[in-house]
C-alpha cells in the first residue's frame, strides 16, 4: 500500500510540473504572440486546466468508480473557487469583483458547485439523458457567459486594441513561434494523459485492494487535478501587473478560467464520464 500512496504523490508532482512549465507557459506565449484577449486567454487556459479532470474521471469511470468521478468534480470545483478567491486576496485584486459582470460569473460558477451535489444524490439513477441534458446545460451557460461578457466587460478589449493602435510598429504574428508553442501545449497534453492513466491503475488498486473509499479518492483527485488552476489564476493577475488597468484585466483572465474550467468538469467531463460508466456497466 506504502509503494501505490508514493506512486500517487508522485504522479500528483509530474502533474504540476507539467502544468506550470510547459502547459502554462505554452498557453501564454502562444496568447501573446497572437494577441489574444484576456477572456479568450481565460477560456483556452480553463480547456487546458481541465485536462487532468478529463483523465481522472475517464479513467475513474472506466474502471467503475463512479463515486470517486462524481467527488473528483465536487471537489475540484470547490476547490477551484476557493483557489481563485484566494489569488484575488493576495495580489489585493478583490475590489475588483464588484464589476457586475464579474460577480454574475461568479453566481455561475456558484452553481456548478452545487450542481454536482444533486448528481451525488442521483448517483444510482445517472443515464444518457442526465448526460445529454449536462451537455446540453454547457451551451446555455457558454451563451450566457458571453453575453456578460458583451454586455459588462468589452470596454476592457477595446482599451487593449486602442493601445494597440497607438503603437508606431505593430508586430507582425509569429506563424513559427505559434506552432511552437502549439506543439509545447500538445506534448503537456500527451504526458498528462500518460500519467492519468497510470494514476488510474494506482486508484484502482487503492480501491479494491487496500479498501480505501471513493469519496475519498475523489476528494484527493479534486486536490490533485485543481493545481494546473492554481497556477494560471496567479499567472494571470501576475501578468499585467504593467497595465493600467492591471486588476480588472487579470480578474477578467481569472474568472473566464475558472468558469470556464468548473463548466468544463460538470457538463462535459461529468456527462463524459457518465456515458462510459454505463456503456462499462
Same mark, same amino acid.
Request: hydrophobic share 50%.
Given at each position: 500500500?506504502?509503494?501505490?500512496?508514493?506512486?500517487?504523490?508522485?504522479?500528483?508532482?509530474?502533474?504540476?510540473?507539467?502544468?506550470?512549465?510547459?502547459?502554462?507557459?505554452?498557453?501564454?506565449?502562444?496568447?501573446?504572440?497572437?494577441?489574444?484577449?484576456?477572456?479568450?486567454?481565460?477560456?483556452?487556459?480553463?480547456?487546458?486546466?481541465?485536462?487532468?479532470?478529463?483523465?481522472?474521471?475517464?479513467?475513474?469511470?472506466?474502471?467503475?468508480?463512479?463515486?470517486?468521478?462524481?467527488?473528483?468534480?465536487?471537489?475540484?470545483?470547490?476547490?477551484?473557487?476557493?483557489?481563485?478567491?484566494?489569488?484575488?486576496?493576495? #495580489?489585493?485584486?478583490?475590489? $475588483? +469583483?464588484?464589476?457586475?459582470? /464579474?460577480? !454574475?460569473?461568479? =453566481?455561475?460558477?456558484? %452553481?456548478?458547485?452545487?450542481?454536482?451535489?444533486?448528481?451525488?444524490?442521483?448517483? #444510482?439513477?445517472?443515464?444518457? $439523458? +442526465?448526460?445529454?441534458?449536462? /451537455?446540453? !446545460?454547457?451551451? =446555455?451557460?457558454?451563451? %450566457?457567459?458571453?453575453?456578460?461578457?458583451?454586455?459588462?466587460?468589452?470596454?476592457?478589449?477595446?482599451?487593449?486594441?486602442?493601445?494597440?493602435?497607438?503603437?508606431?510598429?505593430?508586430?507582425?504574428?509569429?506563424?513559427?513561434?505559434?506552432?511552437?508553442?502549439?506543439?509545447?501545449?500538445?506534448?503537456?497534453?500527451?504526458?498528462?494523459?500518460?500519467?492519468?492513466?497510470?494514476?488510474?491503475?494506482?486508484?484502482?488498486?487503492?480501491?479494491?485492494?487496500?479498501?480505501?473509499?471513493?469519496?475519498?479518492?475523489?476528494?484527493?483527485?479534486?486536490?490533485?487535478?485543481?493545481?494546473?488552476?492554481?497556477?494560471?489564476?496567479?499567472?494571470?493577475?501576475?501578468?499585467?501587473?504593467?497595465?493600467?488597468?492591471?486588476?480588472?484585466?487579470?480578474?477578467?483572465?481569472?474568472?473566464?478560467?475558472?468558469?470556464?474550467?468548473?463548466?468544463?468538469?460538470?457538463?462535459?467531463?461529468?456527462?463524459?464520464?457518465?456515458?462510459?460508466?454505463?456503456?462499462?456497466?
Amino acid at each position: 500500500m506504502l509503494i501505490e500512496i508514493i506512486k500517487f504523490f508522485i504522479y500528483a508532482i509530474l502533474i504540476v510540473m507539467i502544468s506550470k512549465y510547459m502547459l502554462v507557459k505554452g498557453l501564454r506565449k502562444l496568447a501573446e504572440n497572437l494577441r489574444l484577449k484576456p477572456r479568450t486567454i481565460g477560456n483556452i487556459a480553463g480547456f487546458a486546466t481541465s485536462i487532468p479532470e478529463l483523465l481522472t474521471v475517464t479513467v475513474s469511470s472506466f474502471k467503475g468508480l463512479m463515486g470517486t468521478s462524481l467527488y473528483n468534480i465536487i471537489s475540484s470545483n470547490v476547490i477551484n473557487f476557493i483557489q481563485y478567491g484566494t489569488s484575488l486576496i493576495i #495580489n489585493k485584486n478583490y475590489k $475588483v +469583483i464588484k464589476n457586475k459582470g /464579474i460577480i !454574475i460569473q461568479n =453566481i455561475l460558477v456558484i %452553481i456548478t458547485i452545487i450542481f454536482p451535489i444533486i448528481l451525488l444524490k442521483l448517483e #444510482n439513477t445517472l443515464n444518457i $439523458v +442526465i448526460a445529454f441534458l449536462l /451537455i446540453a !446545460i454547457y451551451v =446555455i451557460f457558454y451563451w %450566457i457567459s458571453k453575453k456578460i461578457h458583451e454586455r459588462y466587460l468589452s470596454d476592457e478589449d477595446i482599451k487593449i486594441e486602442e493601445r494597440e493602435k497607438e503603437q508606431e510598429v505593430k508586430e507582425k504574428y509569429d506563424n513559427k513561434q505559434s506552432f511552437i508553442y502549439v506543439g509545447y501545449i500538445l506534448i503537456a497534453g500527451i504526458l498528462l494523459y500518460l500519467i492519468g492513466d497510470a494514476l488510474g491503475s494506482v486508484l484502482e488498486n487503492l480501491s479494491e485492494s487496500f479498501g480505501i473509499a471513493e469519496w475519498i479518492l475523489g476528494v484527493l483527485l479534486g486536490m490533485i487535478t485543481s493545481i494546473p488552476e492554481l497556477v494560471t489564476f496567479f499567472e494571470a493577475q501576475n501578468h499585467y501587473k504593467e497595465e493600467k488597468n492591471k486588476n480588472l484585466l487579470g480578474v477578467i483572465e481569472a474568472t473566464n478560467n475558472l468558469l470556464t474550467s468548473n463548466m468544463l468538469n460538470l457538463f462535459i467531463i461529468q456527462a463524459i464520464g457518465i456515458l462510459i460508466y454505463i456503456i462499462v456497466s
